[in-house]
């Protein structure tokens, strides 16, 4: 069973900064990973999706890289914005069908 | 549609009542998927459909809990006898397939249960 840690659980920075997000799990053998935001009371919506044979993805001021064999995947967020507050989750994605496994999440606080 | 909706958004019921979620999937996905979450914790996987088949229910946590697919499309999560520690948001996810490299899973809104 893949398990999924996500560091720091919880994150309060002024607007302007930029931002890491860690995220680690245990089976390496993952096809790709998603990072995913979700609001609060919201359902999730997808961020980034980086591909195993990836190092880095990005999508605006958002780069995900991933470091397949230690099991590792980061989540940058440059210039946060209060708009950023949400809970950031990651997924990673192994050869069981169907099911997605999660971490618990990075709530994020961005204050203007 | 053009994206996954779930219905109703918020539901509230008494202890022992049955209650039916339901998902409309994104139109062609043949993937979906009924994941839970419950105040403070993770997301825990339910049950996941391949057409109209659950390959795995694993994720069931009791046998008051059931779901089915019809058509390919709109799947009903049904709960008996509800308990109050059933009381979370129920999100249901679709995909173009159960895996792979690409199958990306799209969500919807969700529908918060509170069980009184």
């Known amino acids: 069973k893949q398990e999924v840690t996500q560091i720091p659980a919880a994150l309060s920075v002024p607007e302007g900064e930029n931002l890491v997000l860690n995220c680690s799990f245990t089976d390496s053998a993952i096809y790709n990973l998603q990072w995913f935001r979700q609001d609060p009371g919201k359902g999730l919506t997808s961020l980034l999706l980086?591909?195993?044979?990836?190092r880095e993805q990005t999508s605006g001021r958002l780069n995900a890289s991933l470091d397949k064999s230690s099991g590792r995947s980061t989540l940058y967020i440059a210039a946060s914005q209060p708009g950023d507050s949400a809970t950031y989750l990651c997924?990673?994605?192994?050869?069981?069908?169907?099911?997605?496994?999660f971490g618990r999440g990075t709530q994020l606080t961005v204050w203007p | 549609g053009a994206g996954v909706s779930q219905s109703p958004s918020n539901k509230v019921t008494e202890k022992g009542k049955d209650v039916e979620l339901r998902c409309d999937p994104i139109?062609?996905?043949?993937?979906l998927y009924w994941y839970r979450q419950s105040l403070g914790q993770g997301l825990e996987f339910l049950i996941y459909f391949q057409g109209n088949s659950a390959p795995d229910k694993s994720g069931l946590p009791s046998d008051r809990f059931s779901a089915e697919r019809t058509g390919g499309s709109v799947s009903t999560l049904t709960i008996q006898r509800t308990q109050q520690e059933d009381s979370a948001v129920y999100l249901c996810?679709?995909?173009?397939?159960?895996?792979?490299?690409?199958?990306?899973?799209?969500f919807g809104p969700g529908t918060r249960l509170t069980v009184l």
């Open positions: 996810a679709s995909s173009l397939g159960p895996g792979g490299a690409y199958n990306e899973q799209f």
């Open positions: 139109s062609g996905h043949t993937a």
């Open positions: 980086i591909q195993s044979s990836q």
């Open positions: 997924s990673p994605r192994g050869s069981t069908l169907g099911r997605l496994y």
